[in-house]
């Protein structure tokens, strides 16, 4: 399987056919005077490909870029270290290496230990989260991996040391971020411009059985 980046799925603007002042900005802050089509490359090591390709449609762009000053926003009651729990594991449950990795940095900034961003993808079995983050971590896997199915004792739990503004802001940034980790991956953006690794394995040259248990079969001469 050949490791060459290959190009979105969407055509990009590049900064010559931008016309949105939002985007521009954007532009700006993130690859200075540079085109990001033809010069890749962010400062946190993207390749920067979400931004021209999103900028296809400019108020879908401003839309999720509302969206992240939204879970930055310092009127926010919710802690940023569980805010942040919950985007990191949504992107590996949803097999989004650009979410993950992204939040990854995001959990380090603040302080996170670094055995606790290497145990998200088994936190169930490891024994470095307290039982606030184990809580967070269970109820983001019931809206990833349950689609919303929550069972009530989950809540139960959360209550004890969330509100309902916490529990509502939890939910809406954690399913957020599903939706930009199915996105980033349908669309090949980032670092999730890859082939699927799920392939059919070649069996040896002469290996004809239908029923691989029954031994290899030569096929019969007409």
């Given at each position: 399987?050949s490791?060459?980046?290959?190009?979105?799925?969407?055509?990009?603007?590049?900064r010559?056919?931008?016309?949105?002042?939002?985007v521009?900005?954007?532009?700006?802050?993130?690859?200075?005077d540079?085109?990001?089509?033809k010069?890749?490359g962010?400062a946190?090591?993207?390749?920067?490909?979400?931004?021209?390709?999103?900028?296809?449609?400019?108020?879908?762009?401003?839309?999720?870029?509302?969206?992240?000053?939204?879970?930055?926003?310092?009127e926010r009651?919710l802690d940023?270290?569980?805010?942040?729990l919950?985007?990191?594991?949504?992107?590996?449950?949803?097999?989004?290496?650009?979410?993950?990795s992204?939040?990854?940095k995001?959990l380090?900034?603040?302080?996170?230990?670094?055995?606790?961003?290497?145990s998200i993808?088994?936190?169930?079995?490891?024994?470095?989260?307290?039982d606030?983050?184990?809580?967070?971590?269970?109820?983001?896997?019931?809206?990833m991996m349950?689609?919303?199915?929550?069972?009530?004792?989950?809540?139960?739990?959360?209550k004890?040391f969330?509100?309902d503004?916490?529990?509502?802001?939890?939910?809406?940034?954690?399913c957020?971020y599903?939706?930009?980790?199915?996105?980033?991956?349908?669309?090949r953006l980032?670092?999730?411009?890859r082939?699927d690794?799920i392939?059919?394995i070649a069996?040896p040259?002469?290996?004809?059985?239908?029923?691989?248990?029954?031994?290899?079969?030569?096929?019969q001469?007409?």
């Amino acid at each position: 399987m050949s490791n060459e980046r290959k190009p979105p799925i969407l055509r990009e603007v590049p900064r010559a056919q931008v016309t949105d002042p939002n985007v521009l900005e954007y532009y700006n802050k993130l690859f200075g005077d540079r085109d990001p089509v033809k010069e890749r490359g962010t400062a946190t090591g993207t390749p920067g490909d979400w931004w021209p390709t999103f900028a296809l449609t400019p108020d879908i762009f401003k839309h999720c870029t509302d969206g992240f000053k939204l879970y930055r926003n310092p009127e926010r009651k919710l802690d940023p270290v569980l805010r942040e729990l919950g985007q990191t594991r949504a992107g590996w449950v949803k097999g989004s290496q650009f979410v993950f990795s992204q939040h990854c940095k995001s959990l380090r900034g603040l302080g996170v230990s670094e055995a606790k961003i290497r145990s998200i993808a088994f936190w169930a079995v490891a024994d470095c989260y307290d039982d606030k983050e184990r809580t967070v971590l269970a109820y983001t896997d019931a809206l990833m991996m349950g689609d919303g199915r929550v069972p009530l004792e989950v809540y139960d739990k959360l209550k004890t040391f969330m509100d309902d503004v916490e529990i509502m802001e939890f939910t809406y940034i954690t399913c957020l971020y599903g939706m930009h980790a199915v996105m980033t991956r349908a669309l090949r953006l980032e670092y999730d411009a890859r082939e699927d690794p799920i392939v059919e394995i070649a069996a040896p040259e002469g290996f004809s059985a239908a029923d691989f248990l029954g031994g290899s079969k030569k096929p019969q001469q007409q």
